[in-house]
């Protein structure tokens, strides 16, 4: 029978006891920061990119390059079909159908693409769409004189947002 004396007496540990001990502790410490260091990175990782963006202007933020990138070609063949009509090469009948409706459909391109992932971003860049559409019926309908003012008006309203839309992707 033991008693409360012998529960205070401490066996001695035996040399096969005491390097299990230590090979053990070592596992128990290299595992637990291996776990942390994996649990950090999951963390980190799986955070959305827009969070790590939070507070970068929107200009690099990933989400709006990315629309950025998508809307470079349709935006590259509207400034070229714009150039027709300002540079009054629609004069003639059969050259004027051609330009009218490439500008039409460069318009109705950019516009049915998906808004920016930033509302102001989205906001500035489409000003003066609006215009070179209605410049685009214009002539598409024979009015020439009508579709060289509506589409100078929609490069005038573009041209006043432009500097805007530069600082709100610099994020100023």
């Known amino acids: 029978m033991t008693g ?5 007496v401490r066996k001695p540990i035996s040399r096969v006891d005491a390097r299990r001990s230590k090979p ?8 637990t920061a291996l776990l942390l260091v994996i649990g950090f990175a999951a963390a980190v990782s799986q955070r959305p990119a827009q969070v790590q963006a939070e507070g970068s ?3 690099i933020q990933p989400a709006v390059q990315k629309w950025m990138k998508q809307r470079e070609k349709p935006q590259i063949e509207l400034n070229d079909a714009l150039v027709a009509v300002v540079q009054r090469r629609i ?12 500008l039409s459909v460069a318009v109705t391109v950019l516009t049915a693409m998906a808004a920016a992932p930033q509302g102001q971003v989205d906001q500035l860049s489409r000003v003066g769409l609006d215009k070179f559409q209605q410049g685009a019926a214009a002539c598409l309908a024979g009015d020439i004189t009508s579709a060289e003012r509506l589409v ?15 600082d709100t992707l610099d994020g100023e």
């Open 4 to 8: 409360p004396k012998d529960l205070l």
């Open 24 to 31: 053990t502790l070592r596992r128990v410490a290299a595992l």
């Open 57 to 59: 202007p929107p200009g």
């Open 91 to 102: 004069e003639q009948p059969a050259v004027a159908r051609a330009a009218c409706r490439r």
């Open 152 to 166: 100078g008006e929609g490069l005038a309203a573009r041209n006043a947002v432009q500097e805007t839309l530069d």
